[in-house]
């Protein structure tokens, strides 16, 4: 099933290479979800999660042809996100040293998802990042080291270490209700 | 209470809603393209700026050189530089200035050269039928200082 989403995904951006719209529509249906999960674990804000992606999408329009060329869409595409987060991380650390931490969260989440927010917020952004892109992006081990330039191993013993982290941080939400 | 399993724990994370796009896909275009457009601007005004700078250095540069160049006319003649008359460079960067300097210096060299031959250096050897030094062999007294930007101190 998997496989089948890889090569429609692959075949969507050759039609976006083309410059058939349907190849970006089938992208944005398919990964704008995942995508943009994947930019708020990173800053935290849904308001520059939206940027991200769209800045990403514009990107990929941008790109032309070349599209034609990505071999892992879903890894690429994960990998862009991640290269936008961290251009404008430097841009603001260059503008306003003091404002990097800022990232009010615009659009709270639902009450049963609370718990699970605050205890993927408390884990450090590299293992945040993993569990996300697994979880939530539906990547293998595999397509995270390569969205992440980490070794495969490395993704999935961050992973594992993420997953205790949370189990504990959790049976600690739900001991304190 | 008992810890969740690892199986579990994943399926609570997969259930919860993380966030959503809060754009449909024209719009994502629209505000992603305006903001490559910004971005390019910015890099654009950042290159301006900088060649601006690199100018403006340059020029001041070219002020100090042209400063220290008042001696050297002095010391060379002021007839050299008025010989030069219109075909002076305009000393208006550090690159002109030093360009200016080294064709005074030529000039001022010619205006040494003997006229008369020199047996001990090889004279008017140098010279090619036209009477322009530089001729394709020159002496070997005179070669190295050939390869040195064309002074020909004898």
């Known amino acids: ?43 935290g804000s849904q308001a520059e999660a939206d940027d991200v992606l769209a800045e990403v999408i514009a990107a ?9 060329r990505v071999r892992q869409p879903r890894a690429y595409l994960f990998a862009a996100v991640r290269n936008e987060v961290r251009y404008r991380a ?50 293998t081990f595999e397509e995270v080291a390569q969205a992440i330039g980490v070794s495969p191993n490395t993704a999935a013993s961050r992973y594992r270490y993420a997953l205790e982290k949370l189990r504990r941080l959790m049976a600690d939400e739900t001991n304190e209700r | 209470m008992k810890p969740m399993s690892a199986d579990e724990l994943e399926a609570r994370l997969r259930a919860a809603e993380l966030s959503r796009p809060g754009l449909g896909l024209e719009a994502a275009i629209r505000r992603g393209q305006a903001a ?5 601007w910015g890099t654009l005004a950042r290159l301006a700026a900088v060649a601006l700078f690199v100018w403006v250095l340059d020029l001041a540069a070219g002020f100090a050189v042209d400063k220290s160049l008042a001696g050297f006319h002095h010391s ?12 002076e460079p305009p000393a208006s960067g550090a690159l ?42 020159p ?15 004898v």
């Open chain 2, 36 to 40: 490559q457009a910004r971005r390019e």
């Open chain 2, 139 to 153: 002496s070997a007294t005179r070669r190295t200082s050939w390869r040195h930007g064309g002074r020909a101190y």
């Open chain 1, 90 to 139: 430097r841009r603001r650390a260059r503008r306003a040293p003091d404002c990097i931490a800022d990232a009010p969260n615009a659009s709270l989440p639902r009450a049963e998802d609370l718990a699970v927010h605050e205890a993927l917020m408390a884990l450090p952004v590299a293992q945040r990042e993993v569990v996300v892109l697994h979880i939530w992006g539906g990547l």
């Open chain 2, 76 to 87: 060379r003649g002021a007839d050299v530089v008025a010989r030069a008359g219109p075909q």
């Open chain 2, 96 to 137: 002109a200035v030093v360009w200016q300097r080294r064709w005074l210096e030529q000039m001022a060299c010619e205006d040494w050269m003997p006229l008369e031959p020199n047996p001990q250096v090889g004279g008017l050897k140098d010279r090619d039928p036209a009477g322009r030094r530089g001729s394709a062999e």
């Open chain 1, 1 to 43: 099933m998997a496989f089948d989403a890889d090569e429609k995904l692959r075949e969507a951006f050759r039609l976006a290479a083309q410059g058939v719209r349907a190849g970006l529509e089938w992208i944005w249906a398919e990964c704008a979800r995942p995508l943009h999960n994947y930019a708020f674990a990173l800053t």
């Open chain 1, 60 to 68: 990929l329009i941008a790109k032309g042809p070349k599209l034609a």
